[in-house]
């Protein structure tokens, strides 16, 4: 794949806008990931450098595993501060959204951040975006938002900014987005950027130990017990599901972020193309899918269609809205169309 060559009337419109900036906001999707935050923590950090105001606002919490990313501690969440964020995001005259393509990823911090008065530009790289923003730079072929924001960076001249925190943080969103550089990631250019940004002397060992190898107890068993007894198998259809319900996840003290990366685990087996795992989340009053496939398969129709949501042809996600065992008759209803 070539170079990303953005439209230069976008990135003319993009530094412009940057240099003449007293407040920047910077912001990405509900339950951010590695790339979520790697990305936003990372556009703060180079703003900071070039003596900008910036600050990073999310709908919720990061998950914990995240929590070592320099900056993380600084990051100003909806859930927690909703006036604080607000304020922000009133005050701001630049917003950059990360990561998400629709305004609902935004979850409750949706209406305060449509009704933010600031230019706003997105940089994301989730299939079919929204037109919510000023200037938008979507590119769903790229392995993640840090993978894309790297060039956007470059492209806007501000390359010379790139701190190893900032290398730090981009790192963290390529690597996790790819499964540590499994999926996602054939267009050898990846590895040209990859190359540039261990230069900064960032610990790669580190970031994958701390972001992708990470587990409470409670989480390790909750996993083994959703594989030993809840995954259940189609080989017919290359299909496996894990049904989870609340009383189970309260079982094993379920934390945010448990189960995170799990869904892949039953891809493992040579005859599963897809994967499916369904949570209850009894706060939200609803299921939380989750879903992976293998080469041509696409789970992004089946998580548009049936649950609201989407992502990307290989790794989706969505909401159902009923009970579990309603769940499991509308994922009987999508097998039998397999
Ligand atoms: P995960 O299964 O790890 O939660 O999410 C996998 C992918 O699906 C991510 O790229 C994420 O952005 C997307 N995704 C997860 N949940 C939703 C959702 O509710 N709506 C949409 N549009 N995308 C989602
Ligand atoms: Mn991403």
Same mark, same amino acid.
Do not use: W
């Given at each position: 794949?070539?170079?990303?060559?953005?439209?230069?009337s976008?990135?003319n419109?993009i530094?412009?806008?940057v &240099?003449r900036?007293?407040r920047?906001v910077i912001?990405?999707?509900?339950?951010?990931d590695?790339?979520?935050?790697?990305?936003?923590l990372?556009l703060m950090?180079?703003?900071?450098?070039?003596?900008?105001?910036?600050?990073?606002v999310?709908p919720?919490?990061?998950?914990?595993?995240l929590m070592?990313?320099?900056?993380a501690?600084?990051i100003i969440v909806?859930?927690?501060? &909703?006036?604080a964020?607000?304020q922000?995001l009133?005050?701001?005259?630049?917003?950059f959204?990360?990561d998400f393509?629709?305004?609902?990823r935004?979850?409750?911090?949706?209406?305060?951040?449509?009704e933010a008065?600031?230019?706003?530009?997105?940089?994301?790289?989730?299939i079919?975006?929204e037109r919510?923003?000023?200037?938008?730079?979507?590119e769903?072929?790229?392995?993640s938002t840090?993978?894309l924001?790297?060039?956007v960076?470059g492209?806007l001249?501000?390359?010379r900014?790139?701190?190893?925190?900032?290398?730090?943080?981009?790192f963290?969103?390529?690597m996790?987005?790819?499964?540590n550089?499994?999926?996602?990631s054939?267009d050898?250019e990846i590895?040209i950027v990859?190359?540039?940004?261990l230069s900064?002397?960032?610990?790669?060992?580190?970031?994958y130990?701390?972001?992708l190898?990470?587990f409470?107890?409670?989480?390790?068993r909750?996993?083994?017990y959703a594989l030993?007894?809840?995954?259940e198998?189609?080989?017919e259809k290359?299909v496996?599901?894990?049904f $989870?319900?609340?009383e189970e996840l309260?079982?094993?003290?379920?934390?945010?972020g448990?189960?995170e990366g799990l869904v892949n685990?039953? $891809?493992c087996i040579?005859?599963v193309?897809m994967s499916?795992?369904f949570?209850e989340d009894?706060?939200a009053? $609803?299921?939380?899918v989750?879903?992976r496939?293998?080469?041509d398969r696409?789970? &992004? &129709?089946i998580?548009?269609?049936?649950?609201?949501?989407?992502?990307?042809?290989?790794?989706?996600?969505?909401d159902f809205?009923g009970?579990?065992d309603e769940?499991?008759a509308?994922?009987?209803?999508? $097998?039998?169309?397999?």
């Open positions: 794949m070539a170079l990303p060559r953005f439209k230069q976008d990135i419109g530094r412009s806008r &240099e900036a007293q920047i912001t990405c999707h509900k339950a951010p590695g790339d979520a935050i790697g990305s936003c990372a950090s180079l703003f900071r450098r070039m003596g900008k105001v910036a600050d990073v999310t919720d919490m990061p998950l914990r595993a070592f990313a320099p900056g501690n600084q909806n859930s927690v501060n &909703e006036k964020v607000r922000l009133q005050k701001a005259d630049l917003i959204c990360l393509n629709s305004l609902h935004v979850d409750k911090m949706a209406e305060a951040l449509a008065p600031a230019f706003k530009v997105m940089v994301d790289h989730h079919g975006p919510f923003c000023d200037i938008t730079l979507s769903p072929e790229r392995s840090c993978e924001l790297y060039h960076i492209a001249g501000y390359h900014f790139i701190s190893r925190e900032v290398a730090q943080c981009l963290l969103g390529m996790t987005d790819t499964g550089f499994t999926y996602g054939e050898p590895y990859v190359a540039d940004l900064y002397d960032i610990d790669k060992a580190y970031i130990n701390m972001a190898n990470t409470s107890a409670d989480s390790l909750l996993r083994g030993n007894s809840k995954m198998i189609y080989p290359g496996a599901a894990i $989870l319900s609340q309260d079982e094993y003290r379920y934390k945010k448990d189960l685990k039953p $891809l040579p005859e193309t499916f795992m949570r009894s706060t009053g $609803l299921i939380k989750s879903t496939s293998q080469g696409s789970v &992004e &129709e998580c548009r269609e049936h649950f609201g949501g989407g992502g990307h042809k290989n790794a989706s996600g969505g809205h009970t579990l769940a499991k509308e994922f009987l209803k999508i $097998l039998s169309n397999l």
